[in-house]
């Protein structure tokens, strides 16, 4: 079914035409055109960077799985078509190695700034100077003045590299490419020789060549979940080869990340790359139990409630434990957890102290900077402590960082080294393009619509736009809404059901997801939305990390986001992996204009970092210098609570009916309420009524 032409059912215009005008149709992330993932492929490398383009494409085997972006995974799965084209496809798609090949510093310099890496050791003073002495046996380090030295490790050119130069294990390097990925996105060639050879990567560099902790701020769907899973499962394997210790699980590495959706998504993603390794991804559920020291170790798991523990390919409908009695898993060796699920288990009654990982080697904190945002804090911190061992690598992603952020963690690695009498591994910050901006490769709009009301005629509009494409930026389905609270998520589907007729699915193409809602509507929306069942997903910041919906074309902010954080991360749900012609739109009223400014100036920043000026840009300069600035204890407020108008009262209502309209229907509710409760009371032979009665409906306070 053509969603276009269903959604603009009664315009003169042809779906084609009036809404983006064809070819831009095309263009949408959900189209699946192949797009080039980099984000800074600037042709200033020109030749270079275009030739190694093409050897990439040369090398890959000619039978790719074909993406199918709404396909759910477990349905693309059973395709055989799809899923295993033939026998031979995995040895097809085994990497062509290439030589092992370093490159000079000053290459690796070059390459590193025109992929706009830039990569930045953030140890204390006293190692800086070390690594400063060892300048002079040619270590590749820039030391200025006050600021902290500047790293060019040797970035990933290819995934070809990852088994020739970096020796990744032959299984993870296959399942690697049978994802598709032609080329490394730019976090991803300089994350991952860091944390898989950093022998290699920071060759020369002393006291470095150990390893690092690593934080890493890179746009939103640039790659970084491939990023840390696939060295975390790497050095399992190459730690338990060179061990000898063969067919044995354990808790090595946790990922930490801030909701559900998340979770099952990482989960997903493991359960891909580990195939065939004998390496189990878990995710965390309520009740679930870990082997951990100081916990008496119970009835074992079978096989088969580990298998589907490991291998659930969907977004997290498993079953709960059915008798209450936590279940011990003891074939794990990455769990991916959310913090309150994780430290419930660690701080459960069933004994005296809580318990430690000592086994845990890698501590992976994805969405670091909510996860260490006062919110989650306590509770990250307190799995971070648990983590024992002297081993432990730590790394921060995500694709804002606050300075706030950086203070902590250095402040804690210090902290954490002293106290178990430990020298402190180096900390590493990388970062890709411009911190704290929205990726590159969207388009942004921020519209005013004066009231609550303007804003439900904005969004009818952009759901069947009626004139041409000047009438509004094209937002096609599927998109996502963002509100508030979930009180105005759940308001607004029932304001829009049935906008959608009903030929085109009508009422089960709009859906909203929250927090209020249990575990299997959630995911069962997840999976629906994913499947391209729902088209217009309402939702709230829940969804606004990390979850991947890769042919999303737009995301409206129908509330605006609290902090340029929270746009940076909504917004990042377009324009996934590279793809071009996703937008945000974000609606403003009045009562946003002391406000607004915060999401203006991200956007205004954004841009400038695109290239986009003049017309092209979505925030003109008259509007940025006729907007209030926002003071900070406004700002901490707004991030706390968002805009303190849309949190109760009238003000908070989603609606298309008049004042007097919904006095009307409150009364009539009322009167009906009233006239049952005072049968009930005449045949209970009260017939005073208690004084209740009709006073409890006195209307609404419009
Ligand atoms: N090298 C690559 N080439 C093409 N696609 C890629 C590559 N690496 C990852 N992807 C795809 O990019 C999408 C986004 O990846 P991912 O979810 O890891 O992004 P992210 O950086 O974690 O984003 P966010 O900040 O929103 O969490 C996924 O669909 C993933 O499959």
């Known amino acids: 079914m053509d969603i276009l032409k269903v959604l603009s059912r009664g315009t003169k215009k042809s779906a084609k035409t009036s809404l983006s005008g064809g070819s831009a149709v095309g263009k949408l992330p959900s189209s699946g055109t192949k797009t080039n993932p980099q984000l800074y492929h600037d042709k200033v490398r020109g030749h270079k960077r275009k030739r190694d383009v093409e050897e990439a494409e040369n090398k890959m085997p000619e039978a790719l799985p074909e993406v199918d972006f709404f396909a759910p995974k477990d349905a693309a799965e059973s395709k055989p078509a799809k899923a295993e084209p033939n026998k031979g496809m995995r040895a097809a798609a085994s990497p062509v190695p290439e030589a092992a090949k370093l490159l000079s510093a000053d290459e690796c310099r070059q390459l590193l700034r025109s992929h706009r890496l830039k990569v930045t050791l953030l140890s204390k003073r006293e190692e800086q100077h070390k690594v400063k002495k060892s300048k002079k046996k040619k270590a590749v380090v820039e030391v200025k003045k006050d600021k902290k030295p500047q790293l060019s490790p040797q970035p990933l050119e290819s995934f070809g590299q990852l088994r020739s130069t970096y020796n990744l294990s032959r299984r993870v390097a296959e399942n690697l490419l049978y994802q598709g990925y032609r080329m490394p996105t730019e976090v991803q060639m300089g994350s991952m020789p860091l944390l898989i050879r950093p022998d290699l990567a920071l060759k020369g560099e002393e006291g470095l060549e150990r390893g690092v902790d690593l934080l890493a701020v890179a746009p939103t769907g640039s790659g970084k979940t491939i990023s840390f899973l696939v060295p975390a499962i790497n050095n399992i394997m190459r730690r338990r080869a060179q061990e000898k210790l063969h067919g044995i699980h354990e808790l090595e590495a946790i990922v930490i990340v801030p909701t559900r959706e998340l979770a099952h998504q990482i989960v997903n993603v493991g359960n891909q790359l580990v195939k065939g390794t004998g390496i189990k991804v878990v995710g965390m559920r309520k009740g679930m139990a ?43 060796d990455i769990l991916i957890t959310t913090p309150l699920l994780l430290l419930n288990f660690l701080t459960s009654r069933s004994s005296a102290t809580p318990k430690v990982l000592p086994t845990v080697r890698d501590l992976i904190l994805d969405e670091a900077d909510v996860l260490l945002d006062p919110l989650f804090r306590e509770q990250t911190l307190g799995i971070w402590t648990a983590c024992n061992s002297s081993d432990l690598r730590l790394s921060f992603w995500s694709a ?149 919906f890769a042919g999303v074309n737009g995301v409206l902010n129908y509330d605006v986001p609290g902090s340029s954080a929270a746009y940076v991360h909504r917004a990042g749900r377009t324009g996934r992996a590279g793809r071009e012609g996703g937008i945000a739109v974000t609606f403003y009223t009045k009562e946003d204009i002391p406000f607004v400014k915060t999401v203006a100036n991200v956007i205004a920043e954004s841009e400038k970092q695109a290239g986009k000026t003049g017309e092209e840009a979505g925030v003109q300069q008259w509007l940025l210098d006729a907007l209030p600035n926002v003071g900070k204890d406004d700002r901490k407020k707004l991030k706390e609570r968002g805009v303190e108008s849309r949190r109760s009262g009238s003000k908070a209502k989603i609606t298309s009916k008049s004042g007097y309209e919904r006095r009307k229907e409150h009364n009539r509710r009322g009167a009906i309420e009233g006239s049952k409760k005072r049968k009930m009371e005449a045949e209970d032979g009260d017939g005073n009524g208690n004084g209740n009665g009709d006073g409890e409906w006195g209307g609404l306070d419009d």
């Open 290 to 332: 870990l082997a951990a020291e100081s916990q008496e170790i119970g009835e074992e798991s079978s096989d088969e409630e580990e298998e589907k523990a490991g291998d659930s390919d969907d977004d997290g409908e498993e079953e709960e434990e059915k008798d209450g009695k936590p279940k011990v898993v003891s074939r794990v």
């Open 400 to 548: 804002t960082m606050g300075s706030n952020i950086e203070t902590l963690v250095t402040e804690r690695l210090t902290s954490r080294a002293e106290s178990l009498g430990i020298p402190q591994r180096p900390l590493v910050r990388l970062v890709v393009g411009l911190k704290d901006t929205a990726v590159p490769n969207i388009v942004h709009r921020l519209i005013y619509t004066a009231s609550e009301q303007g804003k439900l005629l904005a969004l009818r509009q952009l759901l069947r736009p009626t004139s041409s494409i000047d009438s509004g930026p094209p937002l096609r389905p599927p998109f996502l809404v963002f509100t508030q609270t979930i009180d105005r998520a759940t308001a607004l589907q029932e304001e829009l059901k049935y906008d959608i007729p009903l030929e085109a699915g009508g009422s089960s193409r709009i859906a909203a997801l929250h927090s209020g809602l249990p575990d299997a509507a959630r995911a069962a929306i997840m999976r629906k939305f994913r499947a391209g069942e729902i088209w217009v997903l309402i939702t709230t910041d829940v969804l606004a990390r990390g979850v991947d």
